[in-house]
């Protein structure tokens, strides 16, 4: 079966780059909606996964272009406990004011988390205090990835800042053993 995961887009070669290695590493073929090629369109798949963080308005556009649905990352099965594993520390999201991700946010119970395009913001809360630790919740390394660092070092310059998801060996074992519940959990809304 040739899986074929489905990103946003980005035109930041390093997104791109976290992309490719990633998809390499996991064996499976990768498109975008947008931004950077393959398009989506210019990849064939038996199966195409939207790989977004949480529901909005980008896991949405995806959904309806490629035709498939699958539970964004906050749903998946042990993601609390995957998250919790990189920690202690500030959980920062992208941020979408879809009521379903602010559910699976609050589901999760994370404790500290942050956003950089909705309230609380990672600006506002690092002007309060540093936290030793800042863990975006990311799949890559790119525009929004670079916003996190650079906020964080700018008003918090000794905090940690962890990598990408895309490039930590311990996402990437969880995602390879949630990758059979995630394509039997894929739904082709077009068949």
Request: aromatic residues 12%; neutral net charge.
């Amino acid at each position: 079966m040739k899986v074929v995961i489905v990103l946003h887009g980005s035109r930041d070669p390093d997104y791109i780059n976290d992309v490719r290695s990633f998809a390499g590493r996991i064996n499976v073929s990768y498109a975008f909606v947008s931004h950077a090629k393959p398009l989506v369109n210019e990849v064939i798949g038996d199966v195409y996964i939207p790989l977004f963080v949480g529901y909005g308005s980008d896991y949405d556009k995806a959904v309806s272009i490629i035709g498939y649905a699958s539970p964004p990352l906050l749903d998946w099965p042990g993601i609390r406990e995957f998250l919790i594993s990189l920690g202690p520390g500030l959980y920062v999201f992208h941020g979408d004011d879809d009521p379903r991700f602010i559910r699976e946010i609050g589901n999760l119970d994370l404790g500290n988390t942050a956003f950089l395009a909705i309230k609380p913001g990672l600006a506002e809360l690092l002007g309060r205090y540093c936290p030793d630790k800042v863990i975006p919740i990311l799949f890559t390394n790119g525009v929004i990835y670079k916003r996190v660092l650079d906020v964080t070092k700018s008003l918090c310059p000794s905090t940690y800042v962890e990598r990408p998801l895309f490039e930590l060996e311990s996402f990437i074992n969880y995602f390879m053993k949630s990758l059979g519940w995630l394509i039997s959990n894929t739904k082709c809304l077009r068949c």
